[in-house]
């Protein structure tokens, strides 16, 4: 269930290298696949937690393309509030924080 690889995903920021986060990308795609992609299905559907512990890994791992990634998981957590009017999809200011410090650790341009 989600709780389960949240922890998950919170213990690889300890570890964190690129294959750590190729790691996390994996059960957070599993997690969107065994949903089928539906955010009402509450059982298996990434949370606003697990977004908030892909962004951290992101920041955490870095990465010439994390700032990017980070970003899109918060775009994709908008896009299934949007849809679904759920405030658990509501974006947290935690989220926007690490998706802020993520571009701040980043050599993007856009940054």
Avoid at 24 to 51: A, C, E, Q, W
Avoid at 83 to 108: L, R
Wanted: proline letters at 5%; glycine letters at 6%; charged letters at 20%.
């Amino acid at each position: 269930n989600s709780a389960t690889q949240n922890i998950v995903l919170s213990a690889l920021k300890a570890a964190c290298d690129k294959s750590g986060l190729d790691f996390g990308h994996d059960i957070y795609y599993r997690m969107l696949t065994r949903s089928n992609f539906d955010p009402l299905d509450r059982k298996h559907h990434p949370t606003i937690t697990t977004v908030q512990e892909m962004v951290q890994l992101c920041t955490s791992c870095g990465g010439e393309d994390s700032a990017i990634k980070a970003d899109q998981y918060l775009q994709q957590l908008k896009g299934w509030f949007e849809k679904t009017k759920q405030p658990s999809f509501s974006p947290s200011v935690g989220v926007f924080c690490s998706v802020i410090e993520a571009y701040g650790q980043s050599s993007q341009p856009e940054a």
